[in-house]
């Protein structure tokens, strides 16, 4: 029996194919969508179907894939007003101090909340991070995070693993109080979290690995021995549980440095990857390591992803929002076009990435970086019934022609309609099925308030005159 029809949509299947199906209709048993094709032929399990979704003047899309984020970015949004080594700071104040398990757990609502009402369905995400700093000095503060997925049902990719050195590591508990925490404690809690919670598919919840980038200007600071036997024990770690490895903001050498080091593979997701050297490039060819770009992220404006030119050279790039904060957010609609757009004045050439080719990098090229590709990113028969509706009869999709550009081009998170996940519709015509919007929004709040407040930050909050009439802000403006 089927149980979920959805009839007389436009599918943008992103199969082997490509194909764009007009007026067509999905089905769905259980978790796996299980026929798809042109709504006359499959009008007939109509009668037999638990449910009918009528779709006409919609377009159907696989799940978004976020490859690459931040958890506990979500309740430090514009803190600093600009002042980029300001946020950083305050993001290590608030991740290391006590911010206890019920700031995540709202921190990880929000965004969920508004992942899920973006038609975001898989997302990896650094429990914590800015400055390397994670929140894995104790199990409870991930488990807050993947009860919370849980509750969504979303899916999410929590990365969880050591801070940089030096080591012992000033942190507050769950409960408050001061501890000490070590590079091996903070390998036995991520090693706990993906005992527990590992397993993305059916629960929602998968566990990775991350660590610091490294680099040969880093062997003043952190001895290279030391990175060494810190690298195999996470490498050690890893292979043990076959998890996926990420890292956080290569740039000019350091991949080469890390397939030194052992790290890079069809294992390993790399994220922001800019000005890279032709020895990086050849690294990641050679090894089949992904790269996570992250076009709308500060790294970004600091230097630029050759995200094109690895493509055409046969090396997996996915998209990331780089989180909610501190100018940003999780509409991967945006971070498409963001990419088109940052890519195309680069060259001062239009064509470069094809409307088509974002949508793979968010959707069937993100489930290849996850190692997923057999489960997510495509509408085809036999994976997961992760679909995206989005309603196209709005006058920024009109004239409700060429799909594909619509949805890369025009669309916003706003025009996401209603979304199923493993099968379950989790957004109905705008409307959540799994939390409750105004009651995640009041805990956000009050959470962010109060580790704002305790951590003494609140005039971070205050927005400077300076951001008004000059071209620049002052603490922004080149030296002369």
């Known amino acids: 029996m089927t149980d979920i029809l959805i009839r007389h949509v436009t599918a943008l299947t992103v199969d082997a194919d490509r194909r764009v199906i007009e007026d067509a209709a999905i089905a769905i048993e259980a978790d796996r969508i299980t026929a798809i094709g042109p709504d006359a032929e499959l009008a007939p399990l109509a009668d037999r179907a638990g449910e009918v979704i009528e779709a006409r003047g919609r377009v159907a899309i696989p799940g978004l894939i976020d490859c690459h984020s931040h958890a506990g970015h979500g309740l430090v949004r514009a803190l600093g007003a600009g002042d980029v080594s300001t946020w950083f700071d305050a993001c290590a104040r608030l991740y290391t101090g006590p911010t206890g398990p019920g700031f995540w757990a709202a921190e990880a609502r929000l965004s969920l909340l508004e992942r899920l009402m973006g038609g975001v369905t898989t997302c990896v995400t650094l429990l914590g991070g800015g400055a390397d700093i994670y929140r894995t000095d104790d199990p409870a503060f991930g488990a807050a995070h993947c009860a919370a997925t849980r509750d969504a049902g979303l899916r999410t990719v929590l990365a969880v693993g050591p801070n940089r050195p030096p080591f ?81 903001g290569h740039r000019d050498g350091t991949i080469a440095y890390a397939r030194a080091l052992g790290l890079l593979g069809p ?186 407040r305790d951590a003494g930050l609140t005039g971070l909050r205050d927005e400077p005159a300076r951001l008004w009439r000059s071209a620049r802000s002052p603490e922004e403006r080149p030296a002369t």
């Open 168 to 248: 012992p590591l000033p942190y507050h508990g769950p409960d408050g109080a001061p501890v000490a925490v070590g590079f091996v404690r903070q390998l036995e809690v991520s090693e706990a979290l993906i005992a527990a919670h590992d397993d993305l598919l059916d629960a929602g919840t998968g566990v990775c690995l991350v660590m610091p980038v490294y680099g040969s200007d880093d062997r003043g600071e952190v001895p290279e021995a030391e990175v060494r036997r810190m690298t195999e024990a996470v490498c050690d770690l890893r292979a043990r549980h076959d998890v996926l490895l990420t890292q956080d």
């Open 267 to 452: 294992h390993a997701l790399l994220s922001h990857c800019v000005d890279l050297t032709e020895e990086d490039i050849e690294a990641l060819q050679e090894t089949g390591t992904a790269v996570a770009h992250n076009p709308s992220a500060i790294m970004s404006i600091f230097g630029r992803c050759p995200a094109p030119e690895m493509i055409d050279r046969g090396i997996t790039v996915a998209l990331g929002s780089d989180a909610a904060a501190p100018d940003r957010g999780y509409d991967m609609f945006r971070h498409m076009a963001q990419a088109m757009h940052y890519h195309r004045r680069h060259f001062r050439d239009p064509t470069v990435l094809p409307p088509g080719k974002v949508l793979e990098m968010a959707t069937i090229d993100a489930a290849r970086a996850l190692g997923r590709a057999d489960d997510l990113g495509s509408l085809e028969v036999g994976k997961k019934a992760d679909v995206v509706l989005i309603d196209i009869g709005k006058p920024h999709l009109t004239p409700q022609a060429m799909p594909l550009h619509a949805v890369t081009h025009f669309a916003n998170a706003a025009d996401v309609e209603t979304v199923l996940v493993n099968g379950r519709v989790v957004l109905r015509e705008r409307r959540s099925q799994t939390l409750d919007p105004e009651t995640v929004l009041a805990e956000a709040t009050e959470a962010a308030d109060r580790a704002i």
